[in-house]
């Protein structure tokens, strides 16, 4: 069994993509009105992070950057058996683009370490760029593991298999070691019991909540003010566009040869006509 020490999860809170979001004036979301959620691929970091503590030990920090309605995703990370939550949550963070976001996510890394691996969601489904990962790994100047789907630690090492574009690459890291989880990984397991008991126990009693969900802020880490939020981000969003929702409706075509369901398909649709 290979000794791990500390384990980091970068996990962020989305909109709630079923439910509707508004649109700043600025283009930028209107999170206010978003409902929210754990983004659907740090789960896949979750699972990640779980598993290699059952398999090599180690302690679970999730860490955050958002406002202190984040906390709820915390509370669900809890639930789901990590050890503790840190939550980088500062107003002169608003407006972050993707470099200040990794700048504030970094220097909270520096505030927390040391760590033997971190996992990270492959993109968000809000600013979907995949580059808060990549970028923290060079900031930390250590290696990283991109699309990472499958991996096992041996002798300090990091063996892991990554997605490529027709099929799959194995790859060997040194610790530490940054690795965003391809949603082919292993999914989320259900909350356990003992987790979703500490919880209950947590929204009784503020203390312990305080103890398990650290909030801290820029200053706490060391970051600097103008390397974050509106400041800190050169990313102009120049214009939005609504896209619409292409509608319609599926059906099963079968029949005795290509031609007759060819055929058929074009009656039903407003082709006029079909020649081969
Ligand atoms: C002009 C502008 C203004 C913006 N203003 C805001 C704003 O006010 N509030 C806001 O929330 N977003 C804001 N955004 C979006 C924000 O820049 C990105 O969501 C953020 O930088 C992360 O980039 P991403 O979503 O593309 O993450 P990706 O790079 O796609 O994420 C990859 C992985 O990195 C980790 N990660 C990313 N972000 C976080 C985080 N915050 N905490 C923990 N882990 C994380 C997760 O593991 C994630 O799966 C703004 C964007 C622009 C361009």
């Known amino acids: 069994m290979s000794d791990i020490g500390n384990i980091f999860v970068l996990v962020k809170q989305v909109p709630d993509q079923s439910a509707k979001a508004g649109i700043n004036p600025d283009g930028t979301i209107d999170r206010s009105k978003a409902k929210r959620m754990i983004n659907p691929f740090d789960r ?66 520096e505030y927390l370490k040391p760590f033997d691996l971190i996992f990270c969601g492959l993109q968000t489904t809000d600013g979907d760029t995949a580059q808060v990962g990549p970028s923290l790994a060079e900031r930390l100047d250590i290696p990283q593991v991109t699309y990472c789907e499958d991996f096992r630690i ?71 003010p103008i390397l974050c939020g509106l400041k800190g981000s050169p990313t102009i969003v120049a214009k939005t566009d609504k896209v619409a929702e292409i509608g319609g409706s599926c059906f099963l075509q079968q029949g005795e040869s290509v031609d007759s369901m060819v055929q058929e398909v074009v009656s039903k649709t407003n082709i006029l006509e079909f020649t081969r």
């Open 44 to 109: 896949f970091a979750l699972q990640a992070a779980l598993e290699t503590k059952k398999k090599y030990g180690g302690r679970i920090t999730v860490i955050s950057m958002g406002p202190p309605a984040a906390e709820e995703i915390l509370l669900e990370s809890l639930e789901h058996g990590v050890d503790q939550c840190k939550l980088l949550s500062d107003r002169r963070l608003a407006a972050s683009d993707t470099l200040a976001t990794s700048y504030a996510i970094w220097k909270t890394v």
């Open 154 to 224: 041996e002798n300090k090492k990091v063996i892991a298999r990554r997605v490529i574009e027709g099929g799959y690459q194995w790859v060997s890291s040194s610790l530490p070691c940054l690795i965003t989880v391809a949603n082919s990984y292993h999914h989320l397991e259900y909350k356990n019991i003992r987790g979703a008991k500490l919880v209950q126990e947590l929204l009784r009693n503020k203390d312990k909540k305080d103890e398990l969900i650290k909030t801290i802020n820029l200053d706490q880490v060391n970051a600097d």
